[in-house]
T-cell receptor, first 112, second 110 residues
């Protein structure tokens, strides 16, 4: 089954404790991206990757890091989480930035 | 800057029609439409590329006017299952960034 898998689905952490949210896709997609969703603000792109080892900033990259060492995986790293990073996060993949995107089920992150 | 969607929210009765608009301040290469139900991931509806095309998907169709940098989503004879939040997503010429609109909450009542 074609899918994008995110883990964990829910996470509560404390300020400053490094965390990683994993994202994996099994569709051989070139393009992967991370979004955060906040009430009233819709989905905002954090980082995207056009291919292995090629990443670039989206609209809200501050406080986040990503890496793309393999085509299927695109982890999101928060080196020092802060409460303003409490949000619902989605990973998505597609063949290119202009084709249908498939979303993971989301990760609800709370930073206290 | 995020594309602006209008209206922000709409309530319909089953069988009624609705139009959701998406307007960008930047030149667009493509426009995507997604629907998200509460607590779920967004689901792809359709994509429109430069060229002013119009597409249909069952009773949902869309148009893209690249000169005006606008897209509209048309929902006809709405069903209860159409309820959710609709987002337009835009790819801008010359960049691989992808920007979603602010969303339109649609509720269909029986």
């Amino acid at each position: 089954e074609a899918q994008v898998t995110q883990n964990p689905r829910y996470l509560i952490t404390v300020t400053g404790k490094k965390l990683t949210v994993t994202c994996s896709q099994n569709m051989n997609h070139e393009y992967m991206s991370w979004y955060r969703q906040d009430p009233g603000l819709g989905l905002r792109q954090i980082y995207y990757s056009m291919n292995v080892e090629v990443t670039d900033k989206g609209d809200v990259p501050e406080g986040y890091k990503v890496s793309r060492k393999e085509k299927r995986n695109f982890p999101l790293i928060l080196e020092s989480p802060s409460p303003n990073q409490t949000s619902l996060y989605f990973c998505a993949s597609s063949f290119s930035g202009a084709t249908e995107a498939f979303f993971g089920q989301g990760t609800r992150l709370t930073v206290v | 800057q995020q594309p602006v969607q209008s209206p922000q929210a709409v309530i319909l009765r089953e069988g009624e029609d609705a139009v959701i608009n998406c307007s960008s301040s930047k030149a667009l290469y493509s426009v995507h439409w997604y629907r998200q139900k509460h607590g779920e991931a967004p689901v792809f509806l359709m994509i429109l590329l430069k060229g002013g095309e119009q597409k249909g998907h069952e009773k949902i169709s869309a148009s893209f006017n690249e000169k005006k940098q606008q897209s509209s989503l048309y929902l006809t004879a709405s069903q209860l299952s159409y309820s959710g939040t609709y987002f337009c997503g835009t790819a801008t010429s010359g960049t691989y960034k992808y920007i979603f609109g602010t969303g339109t909450r649609l509720k269909v009542l029986a």
